[in-house]
């Protein structure tokens, strides 16, 4: 049984398999859309808005 994915860039189908060349995207075209997301900073990882930022530097109340 061949596992399908959805191509993250479009939707498509894509069959799991070595043939599938551009896996998980199901072209070139969708790989090189996602790349350039990816060079224009478009993916971000979210934050918990609700903690309040640190003063702290990191590494400044170590104790040695």
């Known amino acids: 049984m061949t596992t399908v994915v959805k191509c993250p860039t479009c939707g ?6 070595p043939e599938s060349r551009f896996r998980p995207f199901c072209s070139e075209r969708c790989k090189q859309m996602d790349l350039g997301a990816w060079a224009a ?12 930022p640190s ?9 040695h």
């Not at 900073?41 to 979210?46: A, D, P, S």
């Open 12 to 17: 498509k189908d894509v069959r799991w398999t």
């Open 41 to 52: 900073e478009k993916y971000r990882i979210g934050s918990n808005d609700d903690e309040p």
């Open 55 to 63: 003063d702290e530097t990191p590494g400044e109340n170590a104790h």
